[in-house]
């Protein structure tokens, strides 16, 4: 049970340059979100998604889109890479059974900089 | 979502229990207070939530004041490996959408 994986860990782009970030988890989360967070900030959602090919925007969606074709991947997409996207991007998945925990799993992150 | 306030930093002494504060004045009867924590570079970790009752684990005590607009986290022999940022997040039970976290506490242990 790896629970929530990352790829890549590390990534380097040139400003316009595009890349798409994968999610993965194996615990069957409905629930699935991608964070950024910048030196010294805590974590902003970017996007999230409550099951299946659905997606909605969390606090700051822009440049960034993201796809929910299976269950188990969350994609991450930049289209045109800019400097202020220049960050740590972390992706986490919870279940969606109503329970006494509610708790975010999150994957160790993917450190991209944008030149 | 009520926002939070926590202090920026605290430090505390290996052994000693470390008393975490945070303020949720706008809290809502229907939010849950919950607690993660984000040691170095990894992804944040979840240690605990409450309504509004004190709540105990393996891990941490969570102490929420009466009239709810206060809460403080306990980590009762706080040991180096403890040395993390702490997110203090109130939120509706168990929706879909978004934890909001703040700037948190960074916690230092001091041997």
């Known amino acids: 049970n790896a629970g929530v994986t990352q790829t890549p860990k590390f990534r380097v782009l040139k400003t316009g340059q595009s890349m798409t970030l994968l999610c993965a988890q194996d615990m069957n989360h409905e629930y699935m979100y991608w964070y950024r967070q910048d030196p010294g900030m805590g974590l902003r959602l970017i996007h999230y998604?409550?099951?299946?090919?659905?997606?909605a925007k969390g606090e700051v969606p822009d440049g960034y889109n993201v796809s929910r074709l299976k269950k188990q991947n969350f994609l991450l997409g930049l289209e045109s890479a800019a400097p202020s996207q220049t960050s740590v991007y972390f992706c986490?998945?919870?279940?969606?059974?109503?329970?006494?925990?509610?708790?975010?799993?999150f994957g160790p992150g993917t450190r991209l900089t944008v030149l | 979502d009520a926002k939070t306030t926590q202090p920026t930093s605290m430090d505390c002494a290996e052994g000693r229990a470390a008393n975490l504060p945070c303020n949720h004045s706008t809290i809502s009867g229907n939010e849950y207070v919950y607690w993660y924590r984000q040691i170095h570079s990894q992804g944040p970790q979840y240690i605990i939530h409450?309504?509004?009752n004190n709540e105990t684990n393996e891990m941490a005590s969570l102490i929420i004041t009466e009239d709810r607009k206060s809460s403080t986290l306990i980590l009762p022999h706080a040991t180096l490996r403890d040395t993390a940022v702490y997110y203090c997040i109130v939120r509706v039970y168990n929706t879909g959408n978004q934890f909001y976290f703040g700037t948190g506490t960074s916690l230092t242990v001091i041997p």
């Open positions: 998604s409550v099951g299946e090919g659905t997606t």
């Open positions: 409450g309504l509004k």
């Open positions: 986490a998945s919870r279940t969606h059974q109503r329970g006494p925990y509610n708790e975010q799993f």
